[in-house]
């Protein structure tokens, strides 16, 4: 007997056909599930690469209060990141974030990056509990 309101969540789920992972929108957020076996004593490791569906939009008047703090222009592009922990398996991750010469590094948070060079931005560890990665782009 199928679940009512799991059918109802994964109705536009997809599979893409390279690696069988099913693809899916739950509550606001895109869903990965792939199965995978391990073999006792055997490590695994899932490579994940995300192209995000839409392009980063300029944010006019984004708060002005916010923005004078941190001393920034009127149009901004707000990028985050969430990172959610799924109870009972550890894992460790690693994100590399890529912009192009029409954008700037106006804001982040320095202690969650661990390499910001070359229009990349590098950010990886150990996922202990829930992350949030924000940080703020101006165009050049």
Same mark, same amino acid.
């Given at each position: 007997v199928a $679940?009512?309101?799991?059918s109802? #969540? ?10 069988g992972? !099913?693809i899916? =929108?739950?509550f606001?957020?895109t869903?990965? @599930?792939?199965?995978?076996r391990?073999?006792p004593g055997?490590?695994?490791?899932v490579?994940? !690469?995300y192209?995000?569906p839409f392009? #980063?939009q300029?944010?006019?008047?984004l708060? !002005?209060?916010i923005?004078?703090?941190l001393?920034l $222009?009127?149009k901004?592009?707000p990028y985050s990141?969430?990172l959610?922990?799924?109870?009972g398996? /550890?894992? /460790?991750?690693?994100? +590399? +974030?890529e912009y192009d010469d029409n &954008?700037r +590094?106006?804001w982040?948070?320095e /202690?969650?990056y /661990?390499?910001?060079?070359?229009h990349? +931005?590098?950010?990886?560890? @150990?996922?202990?509990?829930d =992350?949030? &990665? ?7």
């Amino acid at each position: 007997v199928a $679940d009512e309101t799991l059918s109802a #969540l994964e109705k536009n789920k997809r599979v893409d056909q390279g690696s069988g992972t !099913e693809i899916w =929108q739950e509550f606001g957020k895109t869903v990965f @599930a792939h199965w995978m076996r391990t073999e006792p004593g055997q490590t695994s490791l899932v490579e994940l !690469e995300y192209e995000l569906p839409f392009r #980063l939009q300029v944010k006019e008047n984004l708060g !002005e209060k916010i923005l004078e703090k941190l001393n920034l $222009d009127a149009k901004v592009v707000p990028y985050s990141f969430l990172l959610q922990k799924q109870s009972g398996f /550890d894992f /460790d991750y690693r994100q +590399i +974030i890529e912009y192009d010469d029409n &954008y700037r +590094i106006s804001w982040l948070e320095e /202690d969650k990056y /661990d390499s910001i060079a070359d229009h990349k +931005i590098i950010s990886e560890g @150990a996922v202990e509990n829930d =992350q949030i &990665y924000n940080l703020l782009f101006s165009l050049n």
